[in-house]
């Protein structure tokens, strides 16, 4: 179990870096299509960059959902604290129906 947890954090980390990476390149993205909008590009090519810029975004939130859920849930579920457990299963509810609309 400590050895599984120790694999679990190494992961996070390295997924950490990865994740930085994703929102600089998405915060760059961003930009990029801001400053096509302001110069009048063709619409469609700002579409596509929209969609690209969107799929960078939800790749970032499976990623962090995946982390979370194998760090911090796992930790309050497999606790003996009630409130605890009935607090994060209301947190990830509420993230999904966000991420669902």
């Known amino acids: 179990m400590v050895l599984n947890l120790k694999i679990i954090f190494l992961n996070m980390k390295h997924n950490r ?7 600089k390149k998405s915060k760059t ?3 990029t299509i801001i400053k096509m ?6 619409c469609i090519d700002i ?5 690209a810029l969107i799929g960078l975004l939800r ?5 962090l959902m995946s982390d979370h859920l194998k760090s911090c849930f796992h930790q309050a579920i497999s606790s ?3 409130n605890k457990k009935r607090k ?3 947190e990830i509810l509420k ?3 966000l991420y669902n609309r």
Do not use: F, P, W
């Open 17 to 23: 870096t990865k994740i930085l990476i994703a929102l």
């Open 29 to 31: 993205l961003l930009e």
């Open 37 to 42: 909008a302001e110069n009048g590009k063709y």
């Open 47 to 51: 579409m596509q960059q929209n969609l």
């Open 59 to 63: 790749s970032v939130h499976r990623q």
């Open 80 to 82: 003996k604290n009630d």
């Open 88 to 90: 994060m299963i209301d």
């Open 95 to 97: 993230v999904n129906d």
